[in-house]
């Protein structure tokens, strides 16, 4: 449900006060001291195989054995405290579909315990119930991640309405769950079939029904782009537009006018308004790509616009809605960056609700044959292209610093130079000859890439006798380049 239409809601139900059709009306006086808990389910008509958990929080009993009985026809399992401390315990414990939590406790402030359960939690539904209604502490719970805000007294029959239209969103949701964990992967460009590749495709189709951000990790030419186009099409947004944005190829100055749009006037040159690369993504997914690339002033506006899902285009007063579900991808330890302060930790904590591990192509060797094929197809559509059983092996072999993204480029150049229509062995780069004729014993002691390009100049110039000018060719790069190298890794001796 999105903010406008939670206001929407909110206008619609809030605010009445319906007196003789109250649930109980609180005293603003009343406060209990001693802590109350109830567990005991309601185990009448229990209508579905799947049990709906509601979870309800206030410091006054009485209000709580109100609730219990006005609930006690409906399928739901409801569970009470007065304790906030109490009720994160139970959710930690066991699975709760929905909150009903006062705003006002003399333990802990109810707008604080729903920023932990928001963390914690981001699945549940949370609706702010309290005697204290008003219309700024309504928004300032939406904003923060609340569905509902409903004020007390508040009639049985409203109540009950709302309850039953979320408990119908949650059965349909965990339905979609169920459809989703039996549907088979079918996103086809997302090639491979090993150990690896058959967990991540199987968690993609499990996650797509959530709703919660995505953060995507992998090295550089993984192909976290196709992992971000797979969620989408698996989710119910698929209809919606896929909007990637490369936070690192976007020039700093024109980097905010970019992302959040701009006024018409807003500067020179802004002679009409733009709705910018986020709202283009309304109703859709917005895929950020190398996050960890943003600078921190960004950083701070795009939390800005996640928590309140709304966009303020440069030059503008006021803002806009926007509807989005976040994927976000990254070859840098974020934590790292955090620690060093390159990267807010709150923006970290919003958008890495679920992580994806994208393994690196050494890592799932039983691919490339897969990858190989599939990449060759598509760039020899017009003639039918093979590959050698040597050169097959000799790509197998290879560590592939640059991932899929090099495989990519190191089949377009063989394709492009290949004499005939089987690509052959001396149709791939020298590199990749050179390090499966070394051998393993020179292999780098790290998988960065700066190792694996180290490594295989040493192995070029072991190759050559340590001449240069050999060297660089068998290395397919300048002579120049091959001096400046040696001297980056402290081998111009």
């Not at 591990?357 to 044959?369: A, C, T």
Request: aromatic fraction near 6%.
């Amino acid at each position: 449900m999105t903010v406008a239409e939670n206001g929407k809601h909110l206008a619609h139900y809030s605010f009445q006060a319906i007196a003789s059709y109250s649930i109980y009306r609180k005293s603003p006086n009343a406060c209990a001291h001693n802590d109350h808990l109830s567990v005991e389910p309601n185990t009448q008509h229990m209508k579905t195989p799947r049990d709906f958990k509601i979870l309800a929080i206030d410091d006054d009993p009485a209000f709580l054995r109100s609730l219990k009985r006005v609930l006690i026809a409906e399928p739901y399992q409801v569970i009470t405290t007065t304790n906030p401390a109490q009720a994160l315990l139970i959710m930690e414990e066991q699975r709760i579909d929905l909150v009903l939590l006062d705003l006002k406790m003399p333990q802990r402030d109810g707008l604080s315990v729903l920023e932990d359960m928001v963390k914690l939690y981001p699945d549940v539904t949370v609706i702010m119930l309290t005697g204290y209604g008003g219309v700024q502490e309504a928004v300032k719970a939406l904003k923060l991640g609340a569905a509902d805000f409903l004020e007390k007294p508040c009639p049985p029959s409203v109540l009950c309405k709302i309850l039953a239209n979320y408990y119908t969103i949650d059965q349909q949701r965990c339905s979609l769950k169920m459809t989703n964990r039996n549907r088979s992967f079918d996103y086809p460009d997302l090639v491979g079939e090993s150990h690896e590749m058959q967990r991540l495709k199987a968690l993609i189709t499990r996650i797509s029904a959530s709703e919660a951000p995505v953060l995507i990790l992998g090295e550089s030419g993984t192909g976290k782009e196709l992992i971000a186009k797979a969620v989408h099409h698996h989710s119910i947004r698929n209809s919606g537009p896929f909007c990637a944005i490369d936070c690192a190829a976007i020039n700093e100055s024109v980097l905010e006018s970019e992302l959040f749009g701009y006024e018409k006037g807003a500067f020179t040159g802004a002679d009409r308004s733009t709705q910018g690369l986020i709202r283009s993504a309304d109703k859709g997914t917005l895929f950020l790509d190398e996050i960890g690339e943003l600078p921190l002033k960004m950083q701070a506006k795009l939390l800005r616009t996640l928590q309140e899902h709304e966009v303020r285009p440069v030059g503008s007063t006021k803002s806009q809605p926007v509807d989005i579900r976040i994927i976000a991808a990254t070859n840098r330890n974020l934590e790292h960056e955090i620690t060093n302060g390159r990267f807010r930790s709150d923006l970290f904590f919003r958008i890495s609700a679920i992580p994806l591990l994208l393994p690196p192509l050494r890592e799932r060797v039983s691919d490339i044959p897969l990858l190989v094929h599939h990449i060759m197809k598509c760039q020899s559509k017009e003639t039918s292209r093979n590959i050698s059983k040597e050169a097959l092996q000799l790509l197998q072999g290879y560590a592939w610093p640059g991932n899929v993204r090099e495989l990519e480029n190191v089949l377009c150049r063989a394709l492009a130079i290949a004499e005939q229509n089987t690509i052959l062995p001396d149709d791939l780069p020298a590199t990749i000859v050179v390090e499966k004729q070394v051998g393993s014993e020179l292999s780098p002691v790290n998988d960065s890439l700066l190792a694996y390009e180290q490594s295989a100049i040493e192995k070029a110039l072991q190759k050559t006798s340590n001449n240069k000018r050999k060297a660089a060719a068998l290395l397919g790069i300048s002579e120049a380049t091959l001096y400046r190298k040696l001297k980056l890794f402290g081998l111009s001796n």
